[in-house]
């Protein structure tokens, strides 16, 4: 800037008595005027002509300040979110004069200059008090440009390190949720994105009575975020609880960055482990139902179809279009699910006409069901410590010679999905199919892992998930499982509120006959019922 554009911008800030802050471009346009500080007149991210890690927007702010002080954190925050190539705060006299011919003078005291730094703990830096024209006189374009060469290496730096999504969690505590409930819920998220494939680089909080309706957690905090996110690197921000469309379009307007919730994780969890035909059907039915009321555009405007001045024209829009073919898709899918839903019917039928009792394994994503199963028949099926490891029902037959009757009996046990606290609506709905196995079984077993510091919670979720099923289950045995990582104070607490469940190590192959017995009272008591 010259001395005389500041000059005019500090006598009409003196003039109205109000800050004031001009934007201007690399060609030295003026291309924004806002009235007060640059936290109050910030464009916004969507705004911005161009914005990344690896670079600055090509805009510099010079604000006026009625006080003699450098800029505050927040207008520095509001510099960092905007990528400014510069932020200059010059301090007014609260006097001046116009010269001869129109030019005002006099109006300015001083100036501070900031700008970002390319550090990983040090966001930027605020020079000491600059007389005007030694600001004036110094080569911003030069600078600039070393500025964003070494912003550009530290972003080619971080690319090469990673070739996964880097997350930043966040999460919200409301009146409703007690810190334990909320810090074991903050810990589940961070390996569901994990299991997805991300990297969680940092974890932030905020405790409030209710979300807030327009971006769920407070706007200071909606600040803080965006500045740790370019601070840290992040390139994705996942929520811990469900978020509605206007929600996620507000965050990702006001942030920067791609904003997912906690459901579109376990979708994208989901998505990767669907190996059969049938599970990568209810995925993409899953996946279409929570996507199609996310679809964006720009309101009545983007309708060929609202009525009124300037939404009237020929044939539909994209978006209309869009949305048709995705409803078409989700009917279709919806289709597959019924035909899918009755050929297990049938296969269940075949089952009880053979007159062979059948028991489901339950249980929190994790807990050891595919291990269990492997365990008990001598199975071979996919089986790892991670969430949502396996997603399609398997049924294997088990041999057992019953202690009492001395008979030898056949049982099939079903290892079903995992479930997982606030089961995602869309998902309880495509997984009908696979979840009716748990309410046509004879039995259950309620599998639950003691190893896990939240299991109490965990068993208490299944529970809630098996008593919305529209058909009751059969009657269940609770088995805690992972002995062998559990000391002797969990297992004396969980066998004094339990004292009817059996503890076991499937993967040690600890207490199994004993189930095995427990299966065959449990599949008499059914039967005779």
């Known amino acids: 800037m010259t001395p ?21 471009n690399r060609r030295g346009q003026v291309i924004r005027v806002g009235v007060g500080s640059p936290r109050q007149t910030q ?49 007014l006299t609260g006097k001046g004069f116009q010269k001869r011919g129109g030019g005002a003078t006099g109006y300015i005291r001083n ?33 600039v440009e070393g500025l964003e060469a070494d912003f550009e290496k530290q972003y080619i730096a971080r690319e090469v390190e990673s070739d996964h999504d880097r997350v930043l969690i966040v999460g919200l505590q409301t009146a409703d949720m007690t810190k334990r409930r909320f810090e074991d819920g903050m810990v589940e998220l961070g390996r569901l994105v ?36 370019q601070t840290i690197g992040a390139n994705l921000v996942v929520f811990n609880r469900d978020l509605s469309p206007i929600q996620t379009r507000n965050l990702e307007s006001y942030i920067g960055l791609r904003v997912v919730d906690r459901t579109e994780v376990i979708l ?56 048709r073919a995705i409803q078409k898709r989700i009917s279709h899918l919806q289709r597959g699910v019924n035909q899918l839903q009755a050929h297990r019917a049938r296969l269940r039928q075949k089952r009880q006409h053979e007159e062979v009792p059948s028991i489901a394994i339950v249980g929190y994503t994790n807990a050891g069901k595919s291990t269990l199963l492997n365990s008990l028949t001598r199975a071979e099926i996919y089986a790892a410590d991670q969430l949502f490891a396996t997603l399609d029902p ?64 965990q068993l208490r979720s299944v529970m809630h998930i098996l008593a919305q099923m529209p058909i009751a289950p059969g009657p269940a045995v609770i088995v805690f499982n992972k002995m062998d990582q559990v000391d002797g104070d969990r297992f004396m607490a969980a066998k004094e509120e339990f004292p009817q469940a059996l503890f076991i190590s499937a993967h040690d192959n600890l207490g199994l006959e004993t189930l095995r017995q427990r299966l065959c009272q449990l599949v008499r008591y059914a039967i005779a019922v």
């Open 4 to 24: 005389e554009f500041a000059q005019r911008v500090a006598a009409a800030s003196t003039e109205i008595g109000q800050a004031v802050c001009v934007y201007l």
């Open 43 to 91: 464009i916004p991210a969507i705004e911005l002509p161009r914005y990344g890690d690896e670079r600055l927007s090509g805009i510099r702010c010079i604000a006026t300040s009625l006080k003699v002080e450098p800029p505050t954190d927040s207008d520095l925050t509001a510099m960092a979110m905007q990528r400014l190539d510069a932020l200059v705060t010059v301090t």
């Open 111 to 143: 100036a501070y200059f900031a700008h970002l730094v390319p550090h990983p703990e040090a966001r930027w830096t605020v020079s000491p008090q600059i007389d005007l024209e030694d600001l004036t006189a110094q080569n911003l374009a030069e600078f």
């Open 194 to 229: 994990e299991t997805a494939g991300g990297e969680v680089l940092k974890s932030l909080a905020q405790k409030r009575a209710r979300p807030q309706p327009k971006t769920v957690i407070g706007e200071g905090k909606v600040q803080e975020i965006a500045l740790v996110a």
């Open 268 to 323: 994208d969890i989901f998505a990767q482990r669907a190996q059969s035909g049938a599970g990568k059907l209810q995925v993409e039915l899953a996946q279409l139902e929570y996507a199609l009321p996310r679809l964006t555009g720009k309101g009545k405007a983007m309708s060929r179809l609202g009525g009124g001045i300037g939404t009237r024209g020929p044939g539909e829009t994209k978006l209309e279009t869009e949305r």
């Open 394 to 457: 398997t049924t294997r037959r088990m041999a057992v010679r019953d202690a009492e009757t001395e008979e030898h009996k056949q049982i099939l046990l079903t290892d079903t999905v995992g479930f997982i606290h606030e089961l995602p609506p869309s998902l309880f709905d495509a997984f009908r199919a696979t979840l009716e196995e748990v309410t046509e079984a004879d039995a259950l077993i309620h599998l639950v892992d003691l190893s896990h510091p939240a299991w109490h919670s």
